[in-house]
């Protein structure tokens, strides 16, 4: 069993920036791939980036060349990094492990998210 915690979230201006953590516990999740998801009012949960174990790296589009996704393994948790936040980025940000791909029902794992609130 791997339990999940997000932390970092918080109300900002757009442009600012978010460091979200996902600090795990019960087994290491180095040897997991590890995904963000986000899910804004009314909407389906949403890919936002993940990260292999080998440390590889997928990001959705939307987000691409603004979010860094790392892992520190030697902590069993995960960042993400999130830079020039535009109001459409409000969401509650989960944390998932134990995935494969960009599917959110791949994931075994999953945290109880952490609010992220852009004003304009």
């Known amino acids: 069993q791997v339990q999940l915690v997000e932390s970092g979230g918080g109300s900002v201006q757009a442009g600012d920036s978010l460091r979200l953590s996902c600090a795990a516990s019960?087994?290491?999740?180095?040897?997991?791939?590890v995904a963000w998801f986000r899910q804004a009012p009314g909407k389906e949960r949403e890919f936002v980036v993940r990260i292999t174990w080998s440390g590889g790296t997928n990001y959705a589009d939307s987000v691409k060349g603004r979010f860094t996704i790392s892992r520190d393994n030697a902590k069993n948790t995960v960042y993400l990094q999130m830079n020039s936040l535009k109001p459409e980025d409000t969401a509650v940000y989960y944390c998932a492990a134990d995935g494969g791909t960009w599917k959110l029902y791949e994931y075994t794992y999953w945290g109880q998210g952490t609010q992220v609130t852009v004003s304009s």
């Open positions: 019960g087994r290491t999740i180095s040897r997991t791939n």
